[in-house]
């Protein structure tokens, strides 16, 4: 396999009322430390979620942000997570790659976890892309109307 070693900053939910447009949020270099990573974690998540009246009290005062982006060791590795529902996740993956796929022409990243002692953790994850252009931080749902948001490449229940 190829593919290049870097964190993937990602979006995780546990149902689809909670769906994000696009999981993968972020790529960053694997040789940062998981201190940094959560720093950028924490803002990727404030900046997605944070009216900007609120972004301006975490500037004045970074402890007032209910969501801190918190490290944890899983199997020995760091992992960074930050949110309730839908969060964001980082970890140190291997393999990761991107590719276009052929009938749809959007982008299908893969990539596997990486252990303490850098080696793949075996399972491969994909995800295909809905979307074309950077990363997205729209939720799926209107949960206003009950349904799929227009233009985000679902339907309703999905």
């Known amino acids: 396999?190829?593919?290049?070693?870097?964190?993937?900053?990602?979006?995780?939910?546990a149902d689809d009322a909670a769906a994000m447009v696009d999981k993968v949020?972020?790529?960053?270099?694997?040789?940062?430390?998981?201190?940094?990573?959560?720093d950028v974690v924490t803002l990727l998540y404030a900046q997605s979620t944070a009216t900007v009246g609120e972004l301006v009290g975490?500037?004045?005062?970074?402890?007032?942000n209910p969501y801190r982006a918190q490290v944890e060791e899983i199997n020995g590795a760091p992992y960074v997570s930050c949110g309730p529902h839908p969060y964001l996740t980082a970890e140190r993956v291997v393999e990761l790659e991107v590719a276009k796929d052929s009938a749809s022409g959007r982008e299908v990243v893969t990539w596997a976890r990486m252990e303490?002692?850098?080696?793949t953790a075996g399972r491969?994850?994909?995800?295909h892309r809905e979307v074309d252009g950077p990363p997205s931080s729209k939720a799926v749902r209107d949960r206003g109307r009950g349904g799929a948001k227009s233009g985000?490449?679902?339907?309703?229940?999905?």
């Open 124 to 127: 491969r994850h994909t995800f």
């Open 58 to 64: 975490y500037a004045a005062d970074p402890a007032e």
């Open 116 to 119: 303490a002692d850098g080696a």
């Open 152 to 158: 985000s490449g679902r339907r309703a229940g999905k």
């Open 25 to 38: 949020v972020a790529v960053l270099p694997e040789e940062w430390p998981a201190d940094r990573v959560a």
């Open 1 to 13: 396999m190829s593919g290049i070693r870097a964190w993937l900053v990602t979006w995780e939910w």
